[in-house]
């Protein structure tokens, strides 16, 4: 608890200059400025950093780049690993396990311990590791590092404590589970092939015990060569050369006969009786060609050879198509008798499983369903049905359907928006699916008591916006969108449209969400924003389409048609919606070389459309192209429900848009926001000589994420996700225009420039100048970023692996820098009640924007209060009031009572547009205020404003516009993403810096609570990504597939493991079925075989140290024996632990008097003994 005073008044200067250079805004963290005043404020501050610690909740999407696959028959989970380290363990739905391997290498190979909670990884560092499933966040117990051969292939026989493992070296060592040491029993390659052959078989591909005796392991070599091994007599039964590479084997339940899958797309299959030749060799999709040759096929990389009772057995194997058929798509065969059956898959297959009904593979397999893990995606495939069709995946696989570009995180919704956004999205549903249930069914999970609603919303490079239920850990998708259908299809032959159909003129680069009055704000990478109304009902609308030109420049010269001279200050009905004007041709709009002007990227529908209920688009803003030069990306976005007011800006200035009369009221650059408060006096700049120099780089801000030299497909994020071998550093310089490499000149008082409302067609021909590329590739990317104006030069690079890039930049705040550039890029906007001016009485409607020089304007609205007026009278915008400075780009604005408490920004509570009308209850709109000045009896008026920049915090008291507090967040970084959020009934304001640290500040007094490095290395994926909400969460894409939560309170990490799922469940091993007499006896002696008499230390010996190093991992050897984790099951194994104690101390006691028992018994026969021997002589005996 604190308590802090405050002067309210007299501590700065009258001019707002003087707010800035005012010495009270120290630069020690939480410095105050006091002086004897009878006004003060108290705060009292809960929070202490006690409160906070970060930790990782849970991680959703496909796993990215995956190498392995597993599956648990018994316990029914699910595993893949990924070629970063990471292992996904994946149950019923909410139940779903992130963990990660240390050293970041590969997953290989995957083997679960079927039905004993256990799992062991094989990864590309030659290390096997055991990791222990019976607790919610699984722990490695055992690592064994390989020194002197490369682990290429383990196996792991079902009930067995030992494991198989295959080197590249040929050589077969074996492992013990429980203790994870190597035993001293190896299976050297020249032992295992004849002595006459003179080449290396290579590397061990497959390990397999026979079906009908254990005792016998199947080892496959690369080559071709197949050993039988006999474990007890340590010597080969069979041997098979052939002469095709093997990829894999699978056996008959029988054990008579095995299946081979070869590179040339062959399928062998070989009989134990007579193995010098195949017993059957198929080419299944080998066709004969008219010259009598066959088709050359593709290698089949796995094959599965899987019986069933009531019919024929099924082999299913993927790869094996002809290379004459260019262009098809991977495969996966399904050959059940005579039919074949191909599933054609949309990615390349990295590994696919059978299900089976039993775990025995002695007995009658029994396949149900197929997993197939494919590059991008991971499908089921029904066995049951003839037509195979996929099961419903219940998990969000599909998060990168189209590339994610940007993401928003809502953790206080209203409780009614998820189940209504649900029941819109059921509709659109895909069909077809499997009617069985979702064959992954293990583990266990339950809602817990710490639920509330929670929305994340991602938008994609297609256009495309989805929204997920976030809610109890888990994520569900909702409803999906696609912001195209508001435009016309771009046409190949329409000049510049040609190059646009080849990038994602759609993409989506910010929203903007009111969950209360469920309005909907998108902005495009085609300097484009779309408004969206939820409507329960299906509707014919027309979109209206807005047009503004904010490129500006004072020396070029318009000629404003008779519908053009409306200046930017405009009345209501100079932008009529409906209103389609042809423009005029002016020296700046066409020409005859074809410069584009007063044209909008993309064409809006101008046609009535029918739309389905859900979110239906009613305004769609366009900046249009200035003298040849295309519009600057917008770089930040605020809407209000309550005001029915939308803003927006870019580097070159801000406008203001009235949704609910569809006109605009203000455009202008932020270089004449200032009127006469400017605090830098800038050097005009003489006009550019080349109008063209930005049109080389126009539009390719999605483009110039990255490249992909095969398709050119081109997406936002995919060049900063792929691993990289070479990083490339990406150079990051403080610009006051994120073109000033490119721009020259300055902007002008909009007054000058037309703000059009209707829809200019200007005929540019083809024969139009084409905009120049710098060879192969794309030139050097430059755009405005959202949350901190950043001159980004990216590298232009042409491989998969050069997409990571790390944030390194120089930062300079010096005044002399900001004369070489002119302008300045709007960062932040923010509607509110505030007050703009220090003689200010009451709050009134406020916008405040800030910029990529840590400028601060304050722009006062007054906007009719009535409803019939609202439509009518229009919204009149006065000039600039407080003008407040900070170090750095401003990211982000708060408000908070003098109490210390949030105030929210005012709201319109929904209603349905489309609703029939009701001529006794007229609709009306229905307003809620949270006026900052509602607690004005208890500490005065004002309210304290928070204001972060990329370098700084800093707390002013309005309507004074004093400076109570500021705090220097960073010298070396800088902020990325800052957000006034809630947690445990108090604020505080969060803040991610490009260095990966994760920081909070106490509100208001900016007191460091948590520091924590978190991401050693941050790239541009996690930085465009990252955002905080409130409940002490956040989230960022952690891969191209994958979004990570992440909470920073300690209280959610203390529950965390009661909100995961249990990953095992305690099920009775299925008993195996009773073999008949005869089988038993003519079988083997499968039954009769102990591993642990071969391998064991006393038989086999102990094996080298230097060939491998036993690593004990941290959670110990005993946490195989754990249960579960948590107070209950503490208290669970203590009492057993006494319960064991005491039923040992009893045995104990037993023994003693059984062994008390004995020795009197021995005594009394002693005595007797001697007494019958004692009178007689030595010769009687």
């Not at 006004?39 to 849970?58: A, H, M, P």
């Not at 029993?185 to 591909?205: C, D, F, Q, R």
């Not at 916006?465 to 696609?482: E, G, N, P, R, V």
């Not at 009278?873 to 708060?894: H, N, Q, Y």
Request: proline share 7%.
């Amino acid at each position: 608890m604190k308590k802090f005073r405050k002067v309210l008044d007299g501590l700065t200067t009258s001019s707002p200059g003087g707010t800035i250079g005012s010495p009270s805004c120290g630069s020690a963290a939480g410095t105050p400025t006091a002086a004897p005043t009878p006004k003060e404020i108290d705060v009292q501050e809960t929070l202490v950093s006690e409160n906070f610690q970060l930790c990782k909740t849970v991680r959703h999407g496909f796993p990215y780049q995956p190498t392995a696959l597993a599956f648990d028959p018994v316990q029914k989970l699910l595993a893949i690993g990924s070629r970063s380290g990471g292992v996904r363990i994946l149950g019923r739905p909410g139940v779903d396990c992130y963990c990660q391997h240390e050293s970041g290498s590969a997953v290989l190979q995957l083997q679960f311990l079927i039905n004993e909670g256990a799992l062991v990884t094989a990864c590309a560092d030659d290390t096997l590791h055991l990791w222990n499933l019976r607790q919610r966040r699984p722990a490695v117990l055992h690592s064994l590092k390989f020194n002197r051969e490369r682990v290429t292939f383990c196996h792991l026989p079902f009930q067995s404590k030992w494991l198989y493992v295959g080197t590249e070296r040929g050589n077969t060592h074996i492992v013990n589970i429980e203790s994870f040491i190597l035993s001293g029993y190896v299976i050297m390659w020249n032992k295992a092939i004849e002595l006459s052959t003179k080449t290396h078989p290579g590397p061990v591909v497959h390990l397999s015990d026979s079906p009908k005796d254990e005792g016998k392991l199947l080892i496959g070599f690369e080559s071709g060569t197949i050993v039988q091994w006999d474990l007890r007599a340590k010597k080969a039964d069979f041997r098979i050369y052939y002469d095709e590479a093997i990829h894999s084997v699978s056996w008959h339940h029988e054990g008579k006969q095995f299946m081979c899958s070869h590179s040339d797309g062959s399928l062998t299959l070989w009989n134990l009786r007579n193995t010098s030749k195949p017993f059957q060799v198929t080419f299944p999709h080998g066709k004969i060609q008219k010259d009598g040759r066959k088709e050359s096929c593709k290698p089949i990389l796995k094959v599965d050879y899987k019986t069933s009772r009531s019919s024929e057995p099924f082999v299913i194997f993927s790869g094996g198509l002809s290379y004459d058929k260019a262009g098809r798509r991977p495969a996966l065969t399904i050959m059940h008798g005579k039919a074949i059956t191909v599933l054609e898959m949309d990615y390349p297959i990295v590994e696919f499983m059978t299900l089976c009904e039993t775990p025995y593979n002695n007995e009658v397999q029994e396949p149900y369903a197929v997993v197939v893990l494919l590059e991008k995606d991971l499908i089921v495939v029904d066995l049951t049905q003839s037509n195979y069709p996929v099961f419903e995946n219940p998990y969000p696989m599909d998060i990168h359907e189209s590339p994610v570009t940007c993401t928003a995180y809502f953790a206080d919704c209203p409780p009614d928006i998820i189940p209504i956004l649900y029941s819109i999205g059921a509709k659109h549903k895909k069909t077809g699916y499997s009617q069985k249930e979702w064959p992954v069914g293990g583990g266990t999970w339950t809602l817990g008591s710490h639920t509330y609603p929670e929305i994340i919303i991602t938008g994609h490079a297609d256009g495309s916006i989805k929204f997920w239920d976030a809610s109890a850990i888990t994520l569900q998708m909702l409803y999906k969108m696609k912001t195209s259908k508001a435009f016309e299809k771009p046409k190949p032959g329409e000049g510049r449209a040609a190059e646009l159909l080849e990038e994602d003129p759609f993409a989506v680069q910010m929203v903007s969400w009111c969950p209360q009055s469920r309005v909907f704000c998108v902005v495009g990478i085609s300097a484009h924003i779309i408004l969206y109304r939820f409507s329960k009902y299906d509707a014919n609308t027309q979109i209206v389409s807005l047009e503004v030109r904010l490129q500006c420049e004072s020396e070029d010269v318009i000629t404003p048609s008779d519908n053009e001279n409306n200046p930017c200050f405009s009345e209501p009905g100079s932008h009529s919606p409906q209103s389609h004007q042809q423009h005029a041709a002016s020296p700046g709009s066409g020409t005859s070389e074809g410069v584009k002007d007063s044209i909008p990227c993309l064409k809006v529908k101008d046609r009535v459309v029918r739309v389905p209920p859900g979110y239906q688009a009613e305004l769609v803003i366009q900046l249009l192209w200035a003298d040849g030069e295309p519009p600057q990306q917008i770089s930040s976005l605020d809407i209000n429900s309550a005001y029915g007011l939308l803003a927006f800006g870019n580097c070159n200035g801000l406008a203001v848009v009235d949704y609910l009369q569809k006109t605009i009221l203000l455009c202008m650059s932020t270089l004449d926001l200032y009127g006469a408060a400017d605090p830098y006096q800038r050097l005009t700049r003489s006009p550019r000589r080349n109008r063209q120099s930005t049109s080389e780089f126009c539009m390719r801000g999605l483009s110039n994420f990255y490249s992909d030299s095969k398709k050119r497909i081109r997406t936002s994020y995919q060049s900063l996700t792929e691993l990289s071998d070479n990083q490339q550093s990406v150079d990051m310089e403080r610009s006051k225009s994120p073109t000033s490499d490119h721009v020259n000149g300055h902007c002008t008082s909009p007054t000058s420039q037309p703000c059009s409302a209707g829809k200019p067609r200007i005929p540019v021909g083809p024969e139009g100048p084409r905009l120049a590329r710098r060879g192969p590739g794309r030139p050097p990317f430059r755009k405005a970023q959202s949350a901190a104006c950043m001159e980004i030069s990216l590298p232009v690079s042409h491989t998969e692996e050069s997409r990571e890039n790390s944030f390194s930049r120089s930062r300079s705040s010096s005044v002399s820098s900001i004369d070489r550039d002119t302008k300045e890029a709007v960062t932040t906007l923010q509607f509110g009640e505030s007050f703009a001016r220090k003689s200010d009485a009451l709050p009134t409607p406020c916008l405040w924007v800030g910029t990529s020089l840590g400028v601060v304007l304050v722009i006062p609205m007054s906007i009719p209060t009535d409803q019939e007026e609202r439509m009518e009278e229009p919204v009149t915008i006065g000039p600039s009031g407080a003008v407040l400075m900070l170090k750095g780009s401003v990211l982000r604005f708060g408000f908070l009572d003098c109490l210390g408490a949030l105030v929210q920004s005012p709201y319109e509570v929904w209603r349905d547009p489309n609703a029939p009308e009701d001529p006794e209850r007229p609709r009306r709109r229905k307003l809620v205020h949270f006026s900052p000045s509602s607690s004005q009896d208890a500490c005065g008026e004002g309210h304290l404003a928070v204001l972060c920049s990329e370098r700084q915090a800093k707390v002013f008291l309005m309507p004074s516009q004093s400076c109570l507090f500021v705090h220097n967040i960073t010298e070396a970084s800088f902020v990325l993403r800052a957000d006034v959020v809630s947690v445990c009934n108090s604020v505080c304001l969060a803040c991610f810096c490009a260095n990966g640290h994760v920081m909070t500040l106490s509100l208001p007094s900016l007191r460091p609570l948590m520091d924590v490095n978190y991401l050693p290395l941050t790239d541009m994926r996690i930085a465009r990504t990252f955002c905080f909400t409130n409940g002490g969460q956040a989230l960022y894409l952690s891969s191209p597939t994958e979004i990570q939560r992440i909470t920073y309170i300690q209280e959610m990490c203390d529950n965390l493991q009661d909100m995961l799922g249990e990953l095992f469940t305690p099920i009775e091993t299925p008993e195996a079925q009773n073999r008949g007499f005869l089988k038993g006896f003519f079988g083997g002696n499968a039954h009769n075989f102990d591993r642990e008499e071969l391998f064991g230390e006393a038989a086999a010996g102990k094996a080298s140290r230097s060939l491998a190093q036993h690593i004990p991992g941290q959670a110990g050897v005993e946490g195989m024996k754990v249960a579960a984790s948590g107070a209950v099951g503490e208290l669970a194994r203590a009492r057993i632990a006494l319960d064991e104690r005491g039923q040992r101390l009893g045995e104990l006691e037993e023994r003693t008097a059984l062994m008390m028992t004995s020795a009197e018994t021995f005594s009394k026969h002693a005595h007797e003994l001697m007494l019958k021997c004692k009178d007689k002589k030595w010769y009687q005996f």
